[in-house]
């Protein structure tokens, strides 16, 4: 009997096949699915720059918005605020007794 012929030669062959079209199928898959891992990475690292950059920004505008002399301006203009004279200033000594806030 010739070997070709025999069905145990062809049941291998069929299995070998499938093993391999199996295969070609599963890197098919993991290269495609590598490939949306890296689009999503790339724009992940986009938004974190874009996002990074408006921090920097807020942090800035935050930093303006907190100095002294921008406070105490918008005190003098929006509340009327001015800076007592040395004679309107009175000082509150507290009791020995008594907690002083820090």
């Not at 898959?29 to 408006?54: D, P, T, V």
């Amino acid at each position: 009997m010739d070997i070709v012929n025999s069905p145990r030669y062809w049941w291998a062959f069929l299995f070998l096949l499938l093993a391999v079209l199996g295969s070609a199928l599963g890197v098919i898959h993991e290269r495609h699915y590598e490939r949306e891992m890296l689009s999503q990475l790339q724009f992940l690292e986009e938004e974190w720059g874009a996002l990074n950059y408006e921090w920097g920004r807020l942090r800035l505008e935050q930093s303006a918005y907190t100095r002294h002399v921008r406070i105490e301006k918008l005190a003098r203009e929006k509340f009327l605020m001015q800076v007592p004279a040395a004679a309107e200033v009175v000082l509150i000594r507290l009791k020995n007794g008594a907690k002083k806030d820090n």
